[in-house]
């Protein structure tokens, strides 16, 4: 294992203000250049607009810095070092750094030459501007530090925890492949011995969340809103939907995907020949089929990946080579590594990182297709000069990443030669996005209740979560597990790390379904408007963004229903194949 370095990063794109070798990890480096862009004297448009680049030059750097020490912290969670390394950057630099940026975007709204720019260039980057002025405190720095620190914690906590299983010491994502096992027994041992270790550590976990929950619960005060949730939707710009809508998503997941969810399940516990299901039966292959084996290696999965993707769209194979050239990707589960997978951009040099946790299972493809579809999108809007629009929001982002599953079926033959091993993938992944959606909703719905409750008991807490997973879940029977139910939201890290930023998925998953349709329709022109949305970045409003990618931004009712049914055909297709 090779360690990200930041000069293990080719830098094509070169720098302007800074000098090129700068210690961003020292604030008696960083805070100078700060304190110039506030101090400078501004007299024309032009000197404006030479100042944003400076600041988005610096802002750029900064960030690149940061999401190094954070990808080596989660690639080696138990060295002390690299953790110090990641928690001396969060207090010394990013900490006090916030007070400046707030002055920078301050000077930049009073500037009397702001009026003289295009509006139409500018309109979006003003607006957030705007909404980030209305919503600074200063009294938040320190709080949202702590919240960074407190989740590096829980990476810390979740990357620790193994098992001694068949000999050996496996970490729980290594766990996962027993559950795939056609023998029920080992599944029952393997889903028993993991989840046994996590209720162990299920008051560390509490603690964490409590500790999350009062703080963010303080921020939202301090900016003056009633709650977190009416805090975090105006923090996260959601200026083209509300929570209101957001409720009428769960409740759309609850009466017209549940029901399929159960029917799925229905159908998986007759061809078991079972009465009921229990948690460790919803991997395994329900007609007793061994379990896929797309690779033996992370090689393997890498270079099968790349032929894929070379498939979908030259461009995107080319793209994937290069980041296996420069050492981007780290997808080996291994003890002291964080849980997940996640794709993470190098801002200043403009290229993608993927760090995964495989081990030989069809969902480890699935997992780096989708990382790799974020990553082509890092690559599309890498030329936007303007440095505040070349990021989507996460509506689309996602986007982005679940079509790059879809879109990659018919192509799967790179792992599964015999083509009734590629439909068994392709029905798991299908049966996986109907599944997903009321998880969607029932993880968003949480963290509504949560945030708008934040007086809660601990069990209060658990008693509403168990309640959701009967309204939005399966079938499966947790007889006799009620605790490791109550507890299952621990394993959602979002909840812990990334609060409300879960809706997301659910509004992507409907925009990767049309573009998934539209693929079907004609491959060329559907991967054609797909590449058009990736490159606009995040120039564009969302509805606008998802009308260039030849799609509906409309998470409602009468979106749903078609969608599924085509989700639908194409399962009763490939169960033919299968």
Known sequence: MTLLTAQSVPHNYPRHYLPAQTNLGDWSVVEPFLKELQTRSLHSPIDLEKWLKDLNELEQALGEEGSIRYVRMTCKTDDPQIEKDYVNFLEKISEPSKSLFFGLLKKYWESPYRSF??????????????????????????????????????????????????????????????????????????????????????????????????????????????????YIFRRKERFDYSAKDCEAFHESAEKTIKPLVDNLQKKRAAQMGLSTLKPWDMSVDPLGLAPLKPFENTDQLIAGCETLLGQVDPE??????????????????????????????????????????????????????????????????????????????????EVASMSMELMADPYLSVFYPNPKDAARSIIRHLEDVIVLLPWIATIDAFQHWIYTHSNHTRQERSDYWVSLRKRLGGIDDWTGFEEVRSSLWHRQLHIFEYPFYYIEYGIAQLGALQIWKNFRQNKAEGVRLYKQGLAVGGSQTLPEIFKSAGIHFDFSLKMIEPLMAEVAKELEQQEKIG
């Open 316 to 397: 995107f194979g080319k793209n994937f080579k290069s980041m296996k050239e420069l050492r981007l990707l780290d997808l080996d589960s291994r003890k002291g590594k964080a849980p997940g997978g996640y794709q993470v951009d190098l801002e200043e040099a403009r290229i993608p990182f993927i760090f995964a946790n495989s081990v030989g299972v069809d969902h480890d493809v699935r997992t780096l297709l989708h990382e790799g579809g974020h990553a082509m999108h890092s690559f599309a809007w890498k030329n936007i000069s303007f440095y505040p629009y070349r990021h989507a929001p996460m509506e689309f982002c």
């Open 117 to 230: 720019l295009n509006e139409k260039d500018y309109f979006l980057f003003n607006r957030s501007v705007e909404n980030q002025l209305a919503l600074y405190r200063e009294e938040n720095i320190p709080l949202e530090t702590e919240i960074e620190k407190l989740s590096q914690q829980y990476q810390k906590l979740s990357g620790s925890l193994t098992v001694q299983y068949e000999g050996k010491e496996q970490t729980l994502q290594q766990m996962g492949r027993y559950l795939e096992s056609t023998d029920r027994q080992k599944r029952e041992e393997a889903w028993r011995l993991t989840s046994e270790r996590r209720l162990k550590e299920k008051d560390k976990f509490e603690d964490l969340f409590d500790e999350m929950l009062k703080i963010r619960v303080q921020i939202a005060k301090n900016a003056g809103f009633d709650n977190y949730r009416d």
